[in-house]
């Protein structure tokens, strides 16, 4: 299947700092990203769409100011969390869907652990 | 909006058969996926309904209703690696593209 790769895996940041998460395709061309948080024991919420080239678009209670997402490439995503503060530790996942075949399927990044301390 | 429930948890012998339903109501609707996360992992694709009807894949089967808005993944010959939370997850059509909305999941436990 499809591999999309997430950089760094965990990270640790001081409060106030800024984090940069990348999100990369690596076989394929993915025409849209998607950004999720997922909160422990919680299911994974979506917190913005990205498509190569345009603004991303936040679902509601995202702060985009906060959350900034760049979809700059076909095979690149990168989001930064702004100013972090301890409630904006959580798990951090991207997912990328291609063209084709098979375009209904979104593939999952390993995920980034994002402690803010 | 997107509303999608799911048993909270589940528990199973292993070697046995277990089926872990989902509802859904939602608008848009462009299919179905169940994902399979194990504990600090990313979700993996399991399987995608769009039309009505039962997919099977070896172990994993999974069946949806469009007009009951239900959908059930089934796990045959039951293994102790099947322990993991099992994500129903509804494709559907909103700001200009297809998204994805996650049930909570189901913790499944295999128990020897």
């Known amino acids: 299947g499809a591999v999309v790769s997430q950089h760094p895996s965990r990270v640790i940041c001081k409060s106030g700092t800024s984090v940069k998460i990348e999100c990369r395709s690596l076989d394929f061309q993915a025409t849209t990203m998607f950004w999720y948080r997922q909160f422990p024991k919680q299911s994974l919420m979506l917190m913005a769409t990205s498509n190569e080239g345009s603004k991303a678009t936040y679902e509601q209670g995202v702060e985009k100011d906060k959350f900034l997402i760049n979809h700059a490439s076909l095979t690149l995503s990168t989001l930064t969390v702004t100013s972090a503060h301890p409630e904006d530790s959580s798990f951090y996942i991207c997912?990328?869907?291609?063209?084709?075949?098979?375009?209904?399927?979104?593939?999952f990044g390993p995920g980034t652990r994002l402690t803010v301390t | 909006g997107q509303n999608i429930d799911q048993p909270t948890e589940m528990t199973a012998t292993e070697g046995a058969i277990v089926q872990i339903n989902c509802t859904y109501q939602?608008?848009?609707?462009?299919?179905l996926f169940w994902y399979q996360q194990h504990a600090g992992e990313a979700p993996t694709f399991l399987s995608y309904n769009v039309l009505d009807g039962l997919e099977e894949k070896g172990r994993f089967s999974s069946f949806l209703s469009r007009s009951k808005g239900y959908s059930y993944l089934l796990l045959k010959e039951l293994q102790m690696k099947d322990s993991a939370s099992y994500l129903c997850?509804?494709?559907?059509?909103?700001?200009?593209?297809?998204?994805?909305?996650f049930g909570k999941g189901t913790k499944l436990s295999v128990i020897p």
């Open positions: 997912s990328a869907r291609g063209g084709g075949e098979r375009s209904y399927e979104q593939y």
């Open positions: 997850a509804v494709r559907y059509s909103g700001a200009g593209s297809y998204q994805l909305t």
């Open positions: 939602t608008s848009g609707f462009n299919g």
